[in-house]
């Protein structure tokens, strides 16, 4: 008797999963944040706990978040202070995972190589146009060393070329044998940067820079150029944005290729741009902004709104 009582309940559970499976009102199984399953239609807010995950709390980036936060009335989200490093280690876990994730980023970067990424729509321009990567000298510089000021005139690339060494480095290369990498691969580059500037016998000069991918990348470059083409010592000094203008502005550094207008470092441009030069980009078409895996089901930072996920 009892046998066939679960035998009877057996049936009874087969036949009510046929029928579930056959109705086509039946929900889903939930989703949850940071599953890989979670459903398209779930707000991207829940996805990701309402985070955005950001870099060090003085980087315009972070600036011009807070100001995009503001614009699109995103009152539920956080921006999450952290590091570069942190912010692409974490980048790299939720890809790993198929995970939804949104972070600030930037171009050129090492991870648009490594990763499929897209930027999120900003129609409100919170992060401005197009930005550039700008040359900056201290006054008198052309003046005491006319073959180093003429140098960092001309030098100029795309983001392509300085994604081959991001990559590199990215990878495990150290950053000056990335260089030397680089310029060996590019000679004709070279030449059109040093061509008829006259070589000098040990002259000292000082580059500062942010601890940034594309600005290591940037400065050991130029370092080796400068060291093995044209016989300058050259010290590179790696510090944070304030006093990377201050240096340059007072003096204690010669010049820097790291400064990314006009919205990046609009704070410091404005504050020391009376004692700089300004020597133009070295490279244009640079873009800021929110950032997410494209199986994101997301394109515009409007999609971030409460009522984004009613409509």
Not at 16 to 30: E, K, V
Not at 158 to 176: K, N, P
Request: aromatic share 10%; hydrophobic share 40%; charged share 25%.
């Amino acid at each position: 008797m009892k046998k066939h009582k679960n035998l009877l309940l057996f049936s009874c559970i087969i036949l009510i999963m046929i029928i579930s499976a056959c109705n086509p009102n039946r929900q889903p199984f939930p989703s949850f944040p940071g599953s890989k399953t979670t459903n398209s239609s779930d707000a991207i807010g829940d996805q990701v706990g309402y985070q955005i995950i950001g870099i060090d709390a003085g980087a315009g980036i972070m600036k011009a978040t807070r100001k995009a936060i503001e614009d699109y009335k995103l009152t539920d989200w956080t921006l999450v202070e952290g590091s570069s490093a942190a912010m692409t280690a974490t980048l790299d876990k939720a890809i790993k995972n198929e995970e939804p994730i949104i972070i600030t980023g930037w171009t050129p970067h090492w991870m648009f190589s490594k990763y499929d990424l897209k930027y999120l729509e900003d129609p409100k321009k919170s992060y401005g146009d197009a930005e550039e990567i700008h040359t900056l000298a201290r006054k008198g510089l052309q003046k005491d060393d006319p073959t180093a000021y003429q140098f960092l005139d001309r030098f100029e690339w795309s983001s392509d070329e300085m994604g081959e060494m991001m990559v590199a480095i990215q990878a495990g290369t150290d950053s000056a044998v990335a260089a030397k990498d680089w310029a060996e691969a590019h000679p004709d580059r070279v030449a059109e940067w040093t061509k008829g500037l006259k070589k000098v016998n040990g002259n000292t000069l000082t580059l500062s820079y942010v601890a940034w991918d594309s600005e290591i990348a940037s400065t050991n470059l130029i370092k080796y150029i400068l060291e093995t083409q044209l016989g300058y010592k050259v010290t590179a000094l790696q510090v944070e944005a304030g006093p990377m203008f201050t240096g340059v502005a007072n003096g204690d550094a010669d010049a820097t290729v790291a400064a990314w207008l006009p919205l990046t470092h609009a704070d410091y441009w404005e504050k020391y741009k009376a004692k700089l030069d300004d020597l133009g980009p070295s490279m244009t078409g640079v873009k800021v902004g929110l950032v997410v895996p494209k199986y994101v089901n997301v394109d515009s930072i409007q999609d971030l709104q409460p009522q984004a996920a009613t409509k």
